[in-house]
């Protein structure tokens, strides 16, 4: 693979079942990690402020720079888990998610 080209992974969404969108695989990975160290297994989860809070520590600085949108990653990564059911969606208001 060249220098300049970004290594892509296919991501879900589950607002759009059967639909994939590719985006970058250094990048999707961190954040995943991140949401694995930060998500609860039990009630009450997490809601999406403060996923997007707790997330911050977690991420390595040189891949969430220059334009890179932590917010977007997590929203992202977020709707990908949950389609594949690695993280559930609890019933509240506000909406909060932890681990199954």
């Known amino acids: 693979m060249p220098a300049n080209e970004v ?5 879900e969404n589950v607002n759009h079942p059967g639909q ?39 991420l390595p600085g040189d891949l969430f720079r220059d334009g890179a949108r932590p917010g977007w990653w997590a929203k992202t990564v977020q709707l990908d888990l949950e389609a594949k059911g690695l993280i559930a969606r609890e019933k509240t208001r506000p909406l909060r998610w932890r681990k199954p």
Do not use: N, Q
């Open 7 to 11: 290594e892509k992974i296919g991501v």
């Open 20 to 58: 994939i969108r590719y985006v970058d695989a250094k990048r999707y990975a961190a954040m995943r990690r991140a949401f694995s160290r930060i998500l609860p297994t039990r009630s009450p989860g997490l809601t999406a402020d403060e996923i997007r809070e707790r997330v911050l520590a977690h």
